[in-house]
Structures are given as structure tokens and as C-alpha cells.
């Protein structure tokens, strides 16, 4: 069973910066897609950024320019690094392991709460 372990959550102010980390208990690490989703309150859950096995990544509009994600295979981590955070940033952000085995497989971390507010 894969485990994904987020850290980095907590409160900022607008215009701040938070670095999410995401570790991985997997030896093949680096064949795993993978992605940051976050759920604001009264809210679906909603991809934020996505990197993939090779090193590309994307994100959603709302976050671009702003926001970065990373991976090093080497310690089995993924990172999201968050700049001139907005108070509509605010949510639990989680983190998504993904892989390709006939049919994805699917991972979530438990997840770590954001909150940008005065």
C-alpha cells in the first residue's frame, strides 16, 4: 500500500508564500503522476497543479504564475510551492499519487489545511 504524507499547511497572509510537501512510500516513486488537488469549504475538490512521471506539469488558471510544482525522485517528494497567496486560496490541499497498471491507480494523502487570512 502506497502511503503519501502532506506537510507545509498553515496560516499565511494574503501575499505570502507556503511550500507543501508530499512524501511518498514507494520505491518506484518516479513512475508515479503526480498532482495536487485542494477542497475549499462547501466546495469540490479541484486539481491545483499536476506534474507528471517525465516532468511536465500544468496547472489550473486560477494558480498560474503564482504557484509551482516539483518533484525529486531521489527522496520520493512532491512539492507545491505557493506564491502571492489569496485568501481564496484557503482549503485543505491534497495530495494524489497516480499510476497506470491495466487501470489507474489512485493514492491520496490525508491532506493539509491552508488558510490566507488577515
Known amino acids: 500500500q502506497v502511503q503519501l504524507v502532506e506537510s507545509g499547511g498553515g496560516l499565511v497572509q494574503p501575499g505570502g508564500s507556503l511550500r507543501l510537501s508530499c512524501a511518498v512510500s514507494?520505491?518506484?516513486?518516479?513512475?508515479?503522476?503526480m498532482a495536487w488537488y485542494r477542497q475549499a469549504p462547501g466546495k469540490q475538490r479541484e486539481l491545483v497543479a499536476a506534474?507528471?512521471?517525465?516532468?511536465?506539469?500544468n496547472y489550473a488558471d486560477t494558480v498560474k504564475g503564482r504557484f509551482t510544482i516539483s518533484r525529486d525522485n531521489a527522496e520520493n517528494t512532491v512539492y507545491l510551492q505557493m506564491n502571492s497567496l489569496k485568501p481564496e486560496d484557503t482549503a485543505v490541499y491534497y495530495c494524489?499519487?497516480?499510476?497506470?497498471?491495466?487501470?489507474?491507480?489512485?493514492?491520496w494523502g490525508q491532506g493539509t489545511r491552508v488558510t490566507v487570512s488577515s
Open positions: 494524489n499519487a497516480r499510476r497506470y497498471v491495466i487501470t489507474w491507480l489512485n493514492y
Open positions: 506534474i507528471t512521471s517525465g516532468s511536465r506539469s
Open positions: 514507494s520505491v518506484i516513486f518516479s513512475s508515479y503522476d
